[in-house]
């Protein structure tokens, strides 16, 4: 993050808010630079709070990626019709 | 069976997404044979990765019956096209490019514009997520377990969810995200950062209504 603002003049909670979008594109909290961000991080309970839900959630959410739904039989079914009647999914590859 | 704009070839994979989808014991042996033409290979293939492609369309999609179809599409295009397989990048990121290509495709066609995510997918005033200045709220309890986070994900407005499960769950880039919904950087970052908000106003709601379920069940 490149420093937008002097730690003369703190932010307030809806430009340090604005800045989140791009402050967890570039790699979350651990990788602020800006010291007006930075103070507003320390000294805000209530931004600080929204940051670190905000990174729990992201690193929660890769606990999905394990499936837990699976397609019915019914899918395989259809799949298996349809590649006994186009013989392409078959010779496709080994005209190459 | 030609689908249009449908990139098949083997995208520069992010930084991240082999570790994050290693090698399958016997996958590379059943890619191989299934380029073959062997039939058993395709439902090796096809058991290995039925969940997984299933739970994509489903979280894309929010309906089962159009998820087990783009599920059944997903796995006829991979049979056709696995000549062109490489291995450049992990199997499991080409072949879920290839489903996010396909519900892609299918919801345009439904007449959904992705082309502007926020001048058509954003969700109403109700759905969009609350600001968060000033106020003394309490933190999320560090322990939201996984049925909730899906119930919440399940719950977002379809634009917030695509590009959370995109970024978050798939782990794309968000300039892959920008070429696939056709929208810029900045707007996958923007609508990642409201879907995260929306879920943290929806877990907390959900974690206020388990505290007072467990209190009336202490009376």
């Known amino acids: 993050m490149t420093p937008k603002n002097s730690s003369s003049n703190p932010l307030s909670c809806a430009e340090f808010q604005e800045q989140l979008p791009d402050l967890f594109a570039a790699g979350g909290s651990d990788h602020i630079d800006d010291p007006s961000l930075l103070e507003h991080l320390r000294t805000c ?8 839900d905000l990174q729990y959630i992201a690193d929660q959410a890769k606990q999905l990626l394990q499936p837990t739904h699976e397609p019915s039989d019914n ?13 392409s999914y078959v010779t496709e590859s080994n005209e190459k | 069976m030609e689908v249009q704009g449908l990139q098949m070839t083997e995208a520069k994979t992010a930084p991240g997404l082999f570790k994050r989808n290693p090698p399958i ?19 090796k293939l096809y058991a290995l990765h039925k969940r997984r492609v299933y739970t994509l369309c489903l979280r894309m999609l ?34 879920h490019r290839l489903t996010v ?19 058509t997918i954003n969700p109403s005033e109700d759905d969009s997520p ?14 939201v377990d996984r049925v909730a986070l899906e119930r919440a994900v399940a719950s977002l407005p379809p634009g917030y969810r695509m590009v959370f499960v995109l970024h ?4 794309f880039e968000h300039n892959e995200i920008a070429v696939m919904l056709e929208c810029s950087t900045g707007n996958s970052k923007s609508q990642l950062h409201k879907a995260r908000l929306k879920l943290r106003e929806l877990l907390r709601q959900s974690e206020s209504t388990s505290l007072a379920d467990l209190k009336e069940a202490a009376l």
């Open chain 1, 75 to 87: 899918v395989w079914k259809k799949i298996q019709e349809s590649l006994s009647s186009d013989s």
């Open chain 2, 168 to 171: 978050d769950v798939e782990g």
């Open chain 2, 130 to 143: 609350k600001r968060d200045f000033g106020s003394r709220d309490t933190q999320l309890a560090g322990s």
């Open chain 1, 45 to 52: 309970e209530n931004c600080s709070a929204l940051v670190r």
């Open chain 2, 25 to 43: 014991a016997g996958e590379a042996e059943a890619i191989e044979r299934a380029k073959a033409g062997d039939a058993e290979a395709f439902s």
């Open chain 2, 62 to 95: 929010g309906n089962v019956s159009e998820a087990e179809d783009m599920t059944q599409e997903a796995f006829l295009h991979l049979f056709r096209k696995i000549g062109s397989f490489r291995g450049e990048s992990a199997f499991s990121t080409w072949l």
């Open chain 2, 101 to 119: 290509n396909l519900v892609l495709m299918h919801l345009r066609k439904k007449g959904l514009q992705l082309v502007s995510l926020e001048e």
